[in-house]
C-alpha cells in the first residue's frame, strides 16, 4: 500500500533506470500523459514528471527584487500512491502506483530567540523551476490540467518565452563556457561548480570549518557529490545513516543541486547553462496563471474530483491572471516555469504531490 510520505524511492538503480527513459521520452511525459494525442508525436502535451527536465528558474516580472529566494526541492516521492487512492473508480484492474512530482516550497525564514524562546520568522518570498518545452503547442488545447495533492500553497503557472538569466547578472553563464570550461559539450569535475558560477570556496562566506556550501547549491544523494557540510560532520556515521534513510528530511535536500551533479546519472554529464533554447533569451513574454489551493472552492476546482484528498483542476489557458510583454504567441511557447510564494504570513512550507499536469481539449 502507498502513503503520501514526504520521502522518495530513488535509489541508484532506479536514478540509472530514470536516466535511460529520459533520452526517449525527452521533456514529454512517458506513459499516458497526453490525453488525446499519442506520446511520439512532436506536439507539447503535458508538462514533465522527471526532475532532470527541470532547473532554478528566474525571477518572475511580478516579484519585486527586494524579496528573497526560498528553497525548492523537486524529485519523485519514495512511497507512491496506488492509482485506485489517487484517480478512485477511474483506475483501471491491474494498474498500480503513480509516478508522482513531489515539489516542496520552503519561504525565506531566521529562527530568533527572544528571552529565551524561540520563534521563526518568515520573510516575503519565491522559489521556482523553468524549462525549455522543445515542442510544438497545439492551439487546439483549452486547459492545463492538474491531477495533485496540496492542502495549501499558491503556484503559479507560466507559458510563453522567459527570461533565462537565472540569477539575475544580466550574463549567461555554462559550466563548459570559456574562460572556465573548455567548450567541449561535457562537464568536467573541475568545471562541476554549479548555476551560481562559483566554486564553494569563492562563494561569500565560504569556511572550511563552519560554512562549507554558502550558496546552498552542492548536489549531494546518498553520500555521493559534495558533502554540503564540513569533514567533521560528512565523515560521521550518523550523518551518512541519515543519507541513506529514504525515511528521514536530509535524503533529498541536496538532490537538486548543480555544483558536483555531475555524478548524478540522470544528468547524463550535461553541463549546467542558463540558456535553454540555443541562445540566451532574457525576453519575457508570457501568460500566468495561479492555483491558490487554500481558496476553496478554487474557481478552476472540478467539482466532485475529490478522492483522498486529490483534487483536479483546469486552468483556462486563454483566460490568463496575467500577461507580460505586448508580443505572447501561442507559436512561440520556448519555456514553461511554476513557482510558489509566501508573505510574512507563512506558517510553515509548502508540498505538492502532482499525478499529471497536462493540456486538454
Known amino acids: 500500500m502507498g502513503s503520501f510520505s514526504d520521502q522518495s524511492r530513488v535509489p541508484r538503480l532506479a536514478l540509472i533506470l530514470c536516466a535511460s527513459l529520459l533520452i526517449s521520452c525527452a521533456v514529454l511525459s512517458c506513459g499516458d500523459d497526453s490525453p488525446t494525442k499519442p506520446t511520439d508525436n512532436p506536439y507539447f502535451s503535458s508538462l514533465p514528471m522527471q526532475r532532470t527536465a ?48 513531489r515539489v516542496v516550497y520552503r519561504p525565506s ?12 520568522i518568515f520573510y516575503p518570498s519565491w522559489a521556482g523551476i523553468m524549462l525549455e518545452t522543445n515542442k510544438i503547442f497545439d492551439t487546439a488545447w483549452k486547459y492545463l490540467e492538474i491531477r495533485c495533492y496540496a492542502p495549501h500553497g499558491r503556484m503559479h503557472f507560466e507559458l510563453g518565452r522567459i527570461d533565462e538569466d537565472v540569477n539575475g547578472d544580466g550574463e549567461s553563464f555554462g559550466e563548459d563556457d570559456p574562460p572556465l570550461g573548455d567548450g567541449n ?10 548555476l551560481d558560477g562559483l566554486a564553494d570556496q569563492d562563494e ?20 555521493e557529490g559534495k558533502c554540503p557540510y564540513p569533514p567533521s560532520i560528512c565523515g560521521s556515521g550518523s550523518f551518512q545513516a541519515r543519507m541513506e534513510d529514504p525515511g528521514d528530511p536530509l535524503y533529498f535536500e541536496f538532490l537538486n543541486g548543480t555544483e558536483g551533479n555531475s555524478l548524478d546519472v540522470a544528468t547524463f554529464g550535461n553541463p549546467d547553462q542558463e540558456r535553454m ?34 483534487r483536479t483542476y483546469r486552468i483556462p489557458l ?41 493540456f486538454t481539449e
Do not use: C, K, M
Not at 185 to 194: C, L, P, R, W, Y
Open 277 to 310: 533554447i540555443g541562445y540566451f533569451d532574457t525576453d519575457n513574454h508570457y501568460y500566468s496563471y495561479v492555483l491558490d489551493f487554500t481558496d476553496h472552492p478554487d474557481s478552476f476546482y472540478v467539482d466532485d474530483s475529490d478522492i483522498n484528498g486529490w
Open 54 to 101: 527541470w532547473q532554478l528558474s528566474s525571477r518572475p516580472e511580478s516579484v519585486s527584487h527586494g524579496v528573497h529566494r526560498g528553497r525548492l526541492l523537486w524529485h519523485l516521492p519514495y512511497y507512491l500512491p496506488l492509482r485506485s487512492e489517487v484517480y478512485g473508480d477511474s483506475a483501471q484492474a491491474g494498474e498500480g502506483e503513480v509516478r508522482l512530482l
Open 318 to 358: 486563454l483566460d490568463p491572471e496575467d500577461v507580460v510583454g505586448n508580443n505572447f504567441d501561442w507559436s512561440r511557447l520556448t519555456h514553461a516555469r511554476v513557482w510558489f510564494e509566501s508573505d510574512d504570513n507563512a506558517t510553515g512550507f509548502d508540498t505538492v504531490l502532482i499525478a499529471h499536469w497536462r
Open 109 to 120: 525564514y531566521q529562527v530568533f530567540e527572544f528571552g529565551g524562546v524561540i520563534d521563526t
Open 204 to 223: 561569500p562566506g565560504y569556511d572550511p570549518d563552519r560554512n562549507v556550501d554558502p550558496s546552498r547549491d552542492n548536489w549531494y544523494f546518498r553520500n
Open 185 to 194: 559539450g561535457a562537464v568536467s569535475e573541475a568545471e562541476d561548480i554549479g
